[in-house]
């Protein structure tokens, strides 16, 4: 078994995967958006290319950077996967490394989008202003940035939740256990997560890894995008473009130049 304190879910592009093979909530978020604004697009925190393979087939021009390498291997095995599967498609995705925070690309885009919780990485405010003023910097004129965050509901501390997860690619379903700590001060909360599963000769697979992402109020989220340099924000409460409320879950937004 992986060290928990050690093992950070980005290493394990597998595992990640089963986590997330059923979240489809942001696609046609992000694939309207991109049809809309057009190409290029830049993803930030592509991760092992879920909504990457999605925005592919528009045929979009699409940079893809990511700054893990477990996670940037499994994304450009999923494309070629996609080249191979659906030979007549135009794929034009390069996967790049590197970090939102430093980005230079020889690329002007259309749509710069950091989806599903990437700029929960980024804790510290400089680090937040970098991010946010380098994907300002990479927008041709009449470009929008995208992003969504969960909002977060603070459960009991340490209390753990059990789900039964359904059959990966290798027919292998399995139990998670998933358990969360709140640093107030910090704005961080701690996921632990452990994934058992039993393989095909009956021995138990156990992995486990742990996440940490610095939530976002929605007012520092406008704050942040105002100081980058954005004249317009539209945020959302869902990603179906509903108002932002008290029982939102989702905080997304849309911002202009
Ligand atoms: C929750 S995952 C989202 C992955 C993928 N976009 C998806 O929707 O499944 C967040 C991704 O952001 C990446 N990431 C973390 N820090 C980053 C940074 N400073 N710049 C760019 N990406 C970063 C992580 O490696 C991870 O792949």
Redesign the pocket.
Known sequence: MNDPSRSAL?DDADL?DRL?AG?RD?VDFYRRLALDQGGPVI??????G???AVLARTGLEIVA????PA?RARCEARLADLARDEPDRDVRVRVVA????TLELDVRAALVIA????LM??ERLD?QDA?LSSARAHLAPGGAFACDLFVPRFGAPGVVRSESMPSGPDGLGGDLLLWQEHDEVEQVITTQLRLDTIDDDGRLQRRAAVLRQRYWTRFELERALASAGFRSTRLFGDLGRGPFTAASTVMAAVARI
């Open positions: 980005y990640y997330h979240y942001d993803e930030l925190g592509a991760g092992s879920r909504l990457t950077v990511e700054p893990h996670m590197g970090d939102a925070r989806p599903f919780n990437t990485h980024l680090d991010a």
